[in-house]
């Protein structure tokens, strides 16, 4: 194996272990209409972004599944890009401004699939009316640390990965090494004890 393959490899393992879909399955998206977008729109929201939203999901014949104007609810915080919500939740919320309020129509593939939740059965299409109230942008420096510790984590381990794959083969070409030379030693030593 190249050194290329080994940090290929551990990369892989690293998608992995950190719940990265590797997978290329086609998956039917989420269908958003705006119904209200203000007229200025300074940001929008994206990955890393504390936002705070209000809705209202549904089932197809209607019926309200959820809601945060229910009294013992309320408004719902959370960063995007956590995976606090559904998929088809956050991208349906990603691209929205301060105040904006959306209509989204969620595949179950994006929602809670064959198993449903609660009152959700399996393979249900939901429906969100969603506004986001606050948005609070990630700064460059929090954006610039998430980055450098997504890529330095992966990178540390493959240098030690390969400094100790290095070190165990210099270790083993020593050992053959030097069995070759104590094994001619020992030849010498016998010739010089039979001259004595």
């Excluded at 729109?41 to 999901?57: H, L, R, V």
């Excluded at 997504?150 to 083993?172: G, R, V």
Aim: proline share 4%; glycine share 8%; hydrophobic share 35%.
């Amino acid at each position: 194996m190249t050194i290329v393959e080994i940090a290929m490899f551990i990369q892989f393992v690293f998608m992995l272990l950190l719940g990265v879909d590797c997978s290329t399955k086609k998956l039917k998206d989420v269908l958003v209409t705006v119904e209200y977008q203000p007229e200025t729109c300074e940001s929008i929201a994206e990955d890393g972004d504390k936002i705070t939203i209000e809705y209202s999901g549904y089932l197809e014949s209607g019926f309200m599944f959820d809601s945060t104007a229910l009294p013992e609810r309320g408004p719902l915080n959370f960063t995007l890009g956590t995976n606090t919500v559904i998929p088809g939740l956050e991208r349906g919320i990603i691209g929205m401004c301060k105040g904006e309020k959306r209509k989204l129509v969620i595949p179950s593939q994006l929602a809670y699939g064959n198993q449903g939740y609660r009152t959700i059965p399996g393979d249900s299409t939901i429906y969100f009316d969603v506004q986001l109230t606050k948005l609070h942008k990630k700064s460059v420096f929090e954006r610039t640390v998430n980055a450098v510790h997504f890529f330095f984590f992966p990178l540390t381990t493959s240098l030690i990965i390969f400094y100790l794959w290095q070190k165990m083969n210099t270790n083993e070409s020593n050992n053959t090494h030097s069995t070759s030379h104590s094994g001619k030693k020992s030849k010498r030593s016998r010739r010089r004890g039979g001259y004595h």
